[in-house]
């Protein structure tokens, strides 16, 4: 018999993204014309909520969206794949989150986000689906997620991006953190005494996953041709924590987040995580 879908709530943001593609970021004071302009679905929040939904687990949205025309365009694809948006809340007075981005022909990119009523997620408006795991990112107010932390005993991922401090209670509540390069440094002095898992990614050179001290996994990451990084470490969070909700051992659940991650980039858009069956087909360049 086939097992049942894991059950996960994704705590966070929905943007609405606006893609410039151009061929080099501008230095300061420079202008660059000839970029061309896309729109997309984005948020770390929903951007980790399709993937983990697009990797066969039963996925529920909490978040917040300004009662605007950009939140039906913010949440179309969540939409099409089934995500569950029974808990998410729209908000007057307040626009859908905005992100404006660049994209160089390296794939790399620059983000500025203006988070509208990603700000404005309070307590009052978070409502609890019983769930097996809540991920969680800091694109939304961190009382929020203790809040969601405190009135659910599921295994608690947290995305420790947008870097900020990070609340001692919300560490104390954490079961794995999520953390690019950069993010590590920013919050290193902050972990003395978390006893949760740490996954570092290190971009194409892959991730490493940790625990008491010790590391207890390592992969590499394929080698792929970049077209947008975006949403690569919202993939990748998603990804490890449906594979240890699952059973996966901890080398298993990793090397299939870094592969998951590395397909994303290979597409446009914060959106481009690949499904179950994509991962299966994958081959290298």
């Known amino acids: 018999m ?22 080099r970021f501008p230095e300061p004071g420079e202008t660059i014309t000839g970029a061309s302009v896309e729109r997309h679905p984005g948020g ?14 039963d996925v529920y949205l909490l978040a917040c969206l300004g009662a605007d025309d950009m939140a039906g365009e913010a949440l179309a694809g969540l939409t099409q794949a089934g995500v569950n948006l029974d808990f998410c809340r729209y908000l007057d007075g307040y626009n859908t989150g905005l992100a404006l981005i660049w994209v160089s022909d390296e794939g790399e990119n620059k983000i500025v986000v203006a988070p ?19 991920i969680a990112q800091l694109e939304i107010p961190q009382d929020t997620i203790i809040a969601a932390a405190r009135g659910n005993n599921a295994f608690l991922t947290l995305n420790a991006a947008p870097v900020r401090p990070l609340s001692r209670q919300l560490l104390e509540r954490t079961d794995l953190l999520v953390v690019n390069e950069i993010e590590a440094r920013a919050v290193g002095a902050e972990l003395t005494g978390f006893s949760g898992m740490i996954a570092t990614t290190y971009g194409r050179n892959g991730a490493s996953l940790r625990q008491g001290g010790r590391e207890i ?5 394929p080698r792929v041709r970049a077209v ?40 446009p858009g914060a959106q481009g995580s690949p499904t179950r069956e994509e991962l299966a087909a994958f081959t290298p360049d």
């Open 228 to 267: 947008d990084t975006t949403g690569a470490g919202d993939t990748f969070t998603a990804a490890l924590t449906v594979g240890l909700i699952e059973g996966l051992d901890p080398q298993a659940a990793l090397e299939r987040a870094c592969l998951a991650a590395a397909i994303s980039v290979t597409r």
């Open 44 to 57: 770390k929040g929903a951007n980790q909520a399709l993937a983990a939904r697009r990797l066969g687990a």
């Open 116 to 134: 509208g009523a990603n700000a404005a997620f309070g307590e009052d408006q978070l409502e609890l689906p019983h769930v097996d795991a809540l």
């Open 2 to 23: 086939k097992p049942d879908p894991v059950r996960i709530g994704v705590v966070g943001s929905v943007n609405l993204d606006i893609v410039a593609s151009v061929r």
């Open 217 to 221: 996994a390592r992969a590499q990451s």
